[in-house]
């Protein structure tokens, strides 16, 4: 089997933890209300190393999600109740900014 790499900048990473759970189970990232209207990609690695400059990736899967508003000034991606729990990162698209 094939295995999917990848060399992320640290800069280029908006978000780098868990998926959080909403009170009805659903899973969600919090990101900062400037992103709103982006494209980000949910990254969630099968294990990952950081060099001081670059995380090195070893990709699981890879989700394409539309930044939505929150409140004022926060702004998140939804996903499925699996996702809830799992380490990730997450991205922006390059079409973008």
Known sequence: MMKLYAKIPQEEVIYKGKIRKTGNGQGYVYMNDQYLGYRAY????????????????????????GVHPDNDHTCRCFLSRNFVGKKCFVILDDDWG
Not at 46 to 51: A, H, L
Request: aromatic share 20%.
């Open 42 to 65: 949910i990254i969630f690695p099968q294990k990952y190393e950081f060099d001081g400059e670059n995380y090195w990736i070893t990709i699981d899967q890879v989700v394409n999600k």
